[in-house]
């Protein structure tokens, strides 16, 4: 017995049509950041927000794990993210001083400055997706209706 899927029906629910679309939004924006970000930072958008997470963690630290879990991908993903950004001295690596088995990932002052120029690059593209198609009243309330989706968890940035 086939089972068919009536996927015309199910582009139709506005919950699923939503979805798409901050899909499609979101790949959107990261593709048009993908090319500057390399060509002029020497970063991917995805090393980027690693820095961006350990930029808003205590102490500019997090376990590899708890940076996985925060990126929502797996801890060896991490690591090989981090391993070239370490070269490069942009992350450092620190020991627990109580479980030396515990490591942190760490965002260093050269990381830091690198997040810097790159949050400059960032906030340009931000406000060309923005610019002559949105009023601030709707800025402001688009604003609240991703909080919404955000609040509460573990890699929100805002």
Known sequence: MQVYCNI????????T?????????GDELKANLAGEFSAVHGLSVNEYFM??????????RLARVELAKRMHVS????????????KIGLLGREVDERDARLSYVTLTEAGQTKLAETQTTFAKH????????WSQKELEQ???????MVAGTAGNLT
């Open 8 to 15: 015309t029906a199910s582009m139709t629910d506005i919950q």
């Open 17 to 25: 049509i939503n979805a798409l679309r901050l899909l499609q939004a």
């Open 51 to 60: 820095l961006l997470h350990l930029h808003k963690a205590p102490r500019h």
């Open 75 to 86: 801890a060896s993903t991490v690591t090989r993210m981090a391993a070239p950004l370490e």
């Open 126 to 133: 931000a406000g060309y997706v923005f610019q002559d198609r």
């Open 142 to 148: 688009l604003s609240e209706l991703l909080l919404r």
